[in-house]
């Protein structure tokens, strides 16, 4: 009998990038931009040179100006560029530093290292879902939520997608979505969609919000600050970007998730429907008592303590992590569950998206590689050869392609911001562009690259609902296109208007 042919996991898929990125360091000059850095101690620059030595600078506007920086040195001073930026004009090849079999087997290890606060926020998360579980509190959740929007499920489409685009428009809410798939997934299942629908209203809503970023402090300010320009340049073309970008993405999902509510089998996870059912189906109609009202009170308010501590109060994993340890261990008490049944239900559900964490760990090794292996600057070094001294509308739509390419290379906003913005704002002085529209570029083309890349968090997501990425992009792609399309005409409005 003949075996049939499945599309690889998320693991495979990242070791298969992964190799190829360690290729790359092969064929890829290797080369650097000399970093520039502000210690806040001292109050001096430290510039790091390709060949690894430094040099230290009075920290003056006038050393920036010498050293072609065109940022203001208060936003230095005050902690708003607090990352290492590319110097213009400072790229050099550097002795290789290919990446080897050594190199690939032990990059796995140190991505893991790397992101292990994301990761243990992860399997917090699934802890205190599994302790929620064990209540019985998400069922009972259900079947209310249920009776009260029979009819107009699509609205939970709708307001999902909404809430979590406003979040990453305005501080960058991307990860901490993972936490949202475990506790959507059966409510979209109960109203009769499939685990694309969820994906795609928690995922699409933050990289439309991300995408089209209005105040999003890991992107737009950062790459503004890099620019030396106020990050409210350029805003209102993005705000027209935002409405059109979750309108069209919101009707998309609306559509399809309408047409499989009708006809079911036209579900692009058709195949896998018994699994995911299993893994997610509430189906008890479970009562609504008092006790569950709490114990779902104190979840919901957890998420509204986290976004108000990312957003005002600069937590980061460490502060969410604590967060919901001790919001678990409350539902734990609340829900009556004793000390030992407490301890095996958090245990199982953390150990539920252990595979979850892996794959975050592995995606952070391909950028390990290319960084060791010092190819990201020369990427960065050719791609700005490639656009300067283009008319504007042909560098500008060019400008977020090359943007969409670095997305892949540099998955971290401010990452990509920091090193890119200094070295491509002078390209558009020279033509004739405002510096407002690099950041919309950047912003558009990191966005797109998010949609779809392996090294960002669409695996990690995909992991979480057991949906392997064929069927992602056999969805996605039609949207991709349609926002590219959306994002090249606002490029194009922004400069000619």
């Known amino acids: 009998m ?77 902690g708003s560029i607090n990352k290492p930026i590319a110097i213009p004009g400072t790229y050099e090849r550097v002795a290789p530093n290919p990446q080897g079999v050594v190199d690939v087997l032990l990059a796995p290890i140190k991505g893991v290292y790397d992101s292990i606060g994301i990761i243990l926020f992860v399997l917090i998360i699934g802890g205190v879902i599994g302790v929620v579980n064990e209540s019985g509190s998400i069922n009972a959740g259900i079947a209310a939520l249920s009776r009260v929007t029979k009819g107009h499920e699509y609205l939970l489409i709708v307001f999902v997608t909404f809430l979590i685009a406003l979040g990453g428009t305005t501080f960058g809410l991307a990860e901490e979505t993972i936490a949202f798939y475990p506790i959507l997934m059966p409510v979209y299942l109960a109203a009769g969609y499939d685990a694309i629908v969820c994906i795609a209203a928690i995922y699409m809503g933050s990289s439309i919000g991300s995408m089209f970023s209005t ?23 993005r705000v027209i ?8 993405t919101t009707w998309y999902i609306v559509r399809y998730a309408t047409k499989i509510k ?25 009562e609504f008592t008092t006790r569950r009202v709490w114990i779902l009170s104190i979840f919901a308010i957890s998420f509204v303590v986290m976004i108000y501590g990312v957003s005002k109060l600069g937590w980061w994993f460490e502060e969410m992590t604590a967060l919901f340890l001790v919001s678990g261990i409350l539902i734990g008490i609340i829900a009556g569950i004793g000390e030992k049944a407490f301890v095996h239900t958090f245990v199982g559900g953390a150990a539920d998206l252990v595979g979850v964490g ?8 391909i950028n390990i590689i290319l960084e060791n292996g010092l190819v990201s600057d020369s990427i960065l070094y050719s791609l700005s050869n490639l ?86 992009l056999k969805f996605i792609l039609p949207l991709l296109g349609m ?9 194009l409005l922004e400069v000619n208007i």
């Open 2 to 78: 003949k075996k049939k042919i499945t599309f690889p996991s998320a693991y495979t898929i990242l070791f298969i990038v992964l190799i190829l990125a360690a290729a790359l360091t092969y064929v890829v000059n290797a080369g650097s931009y000399a970093k520039l850095s502000f210690n806040l101690d001292t109050g001096n620059f430290v510039e790091i040179l390709p060949d690894g030595t430094k040099k230290t600078y009075e920290g003056t506007q006038e050393t920036l100006n010498q050293l072609g920086v065109a940022n203001d040195i208060a936003k230095f001073k005050d």
């Open 215 to 237: 105040t999003n402090p890991f992107s737009v300010v950062i790459g503004s600050n890099a620019a030396g320009i106020n990050f409210t340049q350029g805003i209102s073309y």
């Open 241 to 248: 970007g935002l409405v059109l970008g979750f309108l069209i």
């Open 262 to 286: 009708k006809n079911p089998e036209k579900s692009l996870v058709i195949e896998m429907k018994d699994e995911i059912n299993r893994n997610f189906s509430k189906k008890e109609d479970a």
């Open 358 to 365: 892996l794959v975050i760990g592995i995606a952070r090794s």
């Open 387 to 472: 656009v300067s001294g283009m008319s504007p509308n042909i560098f500008v739509i060019l400008m977020m392609f090359v943007f969409l390419i670095l997305g892949f290379f540099i998955a971290s906003s401010s990452g990509l911001a920091t090193l890119a913005i200094p070295i491509m704002a002078p390209l558009a002085d020279a033509v004739g562009v405002p510096r407002d529209v690099i950041i919309t570029a950047c912003v558009f083309g990191q966005g797109l690259m998010s949609f779809i890349t392996p090294t960002g968090l669409i695996l990690a997501s995909l992991e979480m609902v057991n949906v392997t990425y064929n069927k992602w």
């Open 483 to 491: 926002i590219a399309v959306l994002a090249i005409a606002i490029l």
